[in-house]
């Protein structure tokens, strides 16, 4: 099974910021990487998939870059709406589907 | 537009058996380009992938090793929904339980739709 580990585990940063969200894998990972974002309440909504394409109605202000072991989730300008947390996904081969544990982005 | 309608009991108590059922509108549990999971969260576990069920001439139902044997997930064609049951619940079962849509081929661990969540405290 693969671990996907991420850090930082909460980030601080202010609306309009850049923030930068990473996760390492235990092992490497073809492109199949995945993020998403949960706020309170609500169950996870898919940002990013194939490590840099953004699903349907994801604004441009996230992108995701990365391989082998290291992938990365950028946020520029944070907006108010992006406070939450976020987590990686790989899906490479076949199950089981793992989840980092998350990194959440909380208003300085 | 999919959406997946989640119900359960909300307390169960252990050693009993855990039953959900998640409603599918907007798609069909027999299309043969999609795959229908479960996945759970908690604290301790984080999102933790579960199993699934889904068509390709015939029916597959697969769940987690780490699941040794206690998950089943079936579908429910007159309905158009699928079901879980996890048998043997402790605590370490209680988390937030959810229904999600993934894709065909390469797309098959990816989650767009997700049910609403179910929280569910195995306590006696």
């Known amino acids: 099974e693969i671990v996907l580990t991420q850090s930082p585990g909460t980030l601080s940063l202010s609306p309009g910021e850049r923030a930068t969200l990473s996760c390492r894998a235990s092992q490497s990972v073809s492109g199949n990487y995945a993020w998403y974002q949960q706020k309170p309440g609500q169950p996870p909504r898919l940002l990013i998939y194939?490590?840099?394409s953004r699903a349907t109605g994801i604004p441009d202000r996230f992108s995701g870059s990365g391989s082998g072991t290291d992938f990365t989730l950028t946020i520029n300008r944070l907006e108010p709406e992006d406070f939450a947390v976020y987590y990686c996904?790989?899906?490479?081969?076949?199950?089981?589907?793992?989840f980092g544990q998350g990194t959440k982005v909380e208003i300085k | 537009q999919v959406q997946l309608q989640q119900s359960g009991p909300g307390l169960v108590e252990p050693s009993q058996t855990l039953s959900l059922t998640c409603v599918i509108s907007g798609d069909s549990v027999s299309n043969n380009r999609v795959i229908w999971n479960w996945i759970r969260q908690s604290p301790s576990r984080g999102l933790e992938w579960l199993g699934r069920t889904y068509y390709r001439s015939k029916w597959y139902l697969e769940s987690a090793a780490s699941m040794n044997s206690r998950l089943t997930v079936t579908p429910d064609t007159s309905m158009n929904q699928f079901s879980l049951q996890l048998s043997s619940v402790t605590p370490e079962d209680t988390a937030v339980y959810y229904c999600?849509?993934?894709?065909?081929?390469?797309?098959?661990?990816?989650?767009?739709?997700w049910g609403q969540g179910s929280l569910i405290t195995v306590s006696s």
């Open positions: 194939g490590t840099s």
């Open positions: 999600a849509r993934s894709g065909h081929g390469w797309e098959a661990g990816l989650f767009g739709y």
């Open positions: 996904q790989q899906y490479d081969d076949s199950p089981p589907w793992t």
